[in-house]
């Protein structure tokens, strides 16, 4: 639905997003030889995580930006009194231009802009999806060609390739000591698991078959489950004081196996102190919801919505914004991510909606 080709990452048109299509080298060869290095130890019990500003209401307003914002935007929309913080969006490539030389200078203003608001940060950060550093290759990335049904034909790294999700968890270990060295890791809402991609469902895996064309490689249950284990627990190790988030996927993870529910239970059962997170919510609730059962549901809820309310012929949504927020709040969401448009919004019904998601104003 969004133009990276994930709900993580909308509304973007550049080539690559994390979730839409940057080429790489494919090869059935390099592909079908990638490996998956064994997930790190789970990290140790940590106290609480520090409270940083807390909202003074029963709900979270965060304005979900565009890779490559502006910080005249992150300004504008920090200053809106109903909006508790910025759900930041960067792309790997973007933030890692290079191996091992790392850019995170929209990152720190946007934290500094938020600092001087008392507000926080919600950080994402895409790796699929055209999202990836082309230099991913050079290091022996190995790479797949897939087709997606949002944006056509494109090259990923393969999702359990050990090049790749070593330089992720990296990644991730550079961004917590940045973070730290600046004495803002309190300012940090939520951060999310982005990799091996990032909303868990293989959008180019058919009957087993990961792929398309002469890069098509067999998909391993075991093999993909390991990856997002090591690829939740390098996360989780990385900041272990700060709520870590990883997205429920669709009923299916290489269609049409159903897989969706259970594969996510097996999950999040490893990851015990990830918390649920939903890119889809509309005023039918949040389907992804559905693939989370027993002890996980238990967990905090932060959800996005599936598309704006204003300016959008199609309804994407299904109903209201206010339908859609309570919806959520139904599930148990108290953390909504919501389009820029909307937050810019005059309507009396969608302001009631933001009050609603804040719990300022009553649901019926």
Known sequence: MKTFRSALYNTVAIPALG?????G???GGAAGSSSVIAPPPPPAPTPAPAPGPKPTTSGEVFALADPGESQASIQHFLAIPEVDGI???GLWQMVEPSDGSYDWSSLDATLDAAAARSKRVTVHIGTSGGAWPGWLTAAGAATYNGTSPFGGPFTDPVPWDSVYLSRYQRLMTQ???HIAGRGQTELIRAISVGAPVSEMSLVSCTSGTLGTGTSTIAYSRSTYLAAWTNAAQGVLGAFPNTPVVVSAPVAQIC???????LFYGDLMRVIASAQVFVA???AQGSFRYGQVSGEVRTRPLLTQMVWSATNDPTNRLGGTLSSAVCAGRGQGARYFEIYKVDLDSSDPAIRTAIG????TATCP
Do not use: F, I, Y
């Open 280 to 282: 889809d919510l509309k």
């Open 356 to 359: 609603q998601a804040r719990g």
């Open 175 to 177: 961004l917590a000591t």
């Open 19 to 23: 979730m839409l299509m940057l080429s």
């Open 255 to 261: 269609a049409p196996d159903g897989d969706g529910s």
């Open 25 to 27: 080298c494919g090869g």
């Open 87 to 89: 759900a930041w969006r």
